[in-house]
Every structure is written in C-alpha cells, then in structure tokens.
C-alpha cells in the first residue's frame, strides 16, 4: 500500500499570497488531518477532515481553511501569508476503524518570504 | 491544545549505550504511538500500543504502555548513529473527537 503522500515538497511564496497543499491518505483512510510543524512550537494541530467533513479544528486562524474530497484527498489553503507561516505541514491519515494509528506524509516545506 | 509531557527534552549518548524516554498526560490514554522524525521530514511510526501494560518490541526498540494508562515508555538497545532524530509520543483522545495529541519530542544525538 503506498503512503501518505503531499505535493509539493517545498514551496517558497512572498507575504500576502496563498498557498495551496495537497495531501493523498492512504488508500482506504477516510481521515485526514492537518499539522503545523515549527521548531519553536513543535507539531500544532491545524484540523481533520473525515469523509468530506471537517470533524475537529486547532486554534488557527481563519487564513487556514481546508477540505477534502470524495475521494478522501484533502487541500489546505492559507491566504494572505505571513512570515510566521513559514514551517513544515504535515498531513495524517488514519486508519478507518479499530486501534486509531496515524500515518504521516513527508510534509511540504514553506517558506514565506 | 492538550500536550503530552516528554522527558528528557534532549540526549547525547555515545554509539553503544542505551536510551530511554518517557512521556505523562494528566489524561487517560487508550492508544500511545511512537514516532521518529529526521530532520525535514514528516515523523515515522515506530510503535503502537493499544493495551494498559503492553510491551511491543520493534528490533532495538522497546515500548510499552504503562498502567496507569498516562505515560508510556520508549527505550532504544545499543544505539547506532542512525538513530539520531526527534522521538515523539502520541495518542488519541476520545472525549475530544479521537483528535491526537502529541509530546513535545525527545532530540536524540548519537556520538559516535
């Protein structure tokens, strides 16, 4: 089974603008959730969404918004970019039913300029 | 949000020695994950217990669930330099939607 995979792997953007990240859980995984990584703040928790519907949200603020896909693909936007949002995101995806483990992808990299 | 405590906060041990790591909540937990995370990386799943007192081995490493079921302990036999990383532990927490909730990770050095 391939892993959680996101595009891209780094991105550079200047203040004000948006980004978009796309996130593929695992094949069979419904859930999808969302990290911010910096080294100052360790791995915050953005949001998860599970079959197209957002389930738990972090404390962000609303320049943070994603989704997620009839096929369990998820984006996650920001817009108007600071340089505070520069770090490594993270997506998860866990496993459907049972013992909740979750997987993560290699993350996406961004830096704001 | 809710964080798992983890301790110690950093290591540096000479290649050949062993390692241990721990990690409390205040909160029960049903599920404790462990993770290694190189640097730019996302992080890895080591090991995952699911039963109070469970011991789970994973070549040189060892984890297990304590009692209590808040905390949980990761040890690595005769360390390598390949084990030089973060290690964070993880797990689910029903009364918020199963959202997880993660240490704030141990930084292992391995000196050679």
Not at chain 1, 39 to 44: M, T
Request: with cysteine.
């Amino acid at each position: 089974k391939a892993g959680v995979t996101q595009t891209p792997r780094y991105l550079i953007k200047t203040r004000g603008q948006q980004v978009t990240l796309s996130c593929s859980p695992i094949s069979g995984h419904r859930s999808v959730s969302w990290y911010q990584q910096t080294p100052g703040q360790g791995l915050q928790f953005l949001f998860e969404y599970f079959s197209e519907t957002q389930r738990n949200k972090g404390n962000f603020p609303g320049r943070f918004s994603g989704r997620q896909f009839s096929n369990s693909r998820s984006e996650m936007n920001v817009s108007t970019l600071e340089l505070g949002d520069s770090a490594l995101y993270l997506c998860a995806s866990t496993n459907p039913q049972g013992r909740r483990t979750q997987y993560f992808g290699p993350g996406t990299r961004l830096t704001v300029l | 949000g809710q964080q798992l405590n983890q301790s110690p906060q950093s290591m540096f041990i000479q290649e050949g020695e062993d390692v241990s790591m721990n990690c409390t909540s205040s909160s029960i937990f049903n599920t404790w994950l462990w993770y290694k995370q190189d640097p730019g990386e996302g992080p890895v799943l080591l090991i995952a217990l699911y039963k109070a007192g469970e011991l789970t081995s994973n070549g040189r490493l060892t984890a297990q669930f304590g009692i209590t079921r808040k905390d949980s302990f990761l040890n690595i036999s005769a360390s390598i330099p390949s084990d030089v990383g973060i290690y964070f532990c993880a797990g689910p927490q029903t009364n918020t939607g199963n959202q997880f909730y993660f240490g704030t990770g141990t930084s292992l050095t391995v000196i050679p």
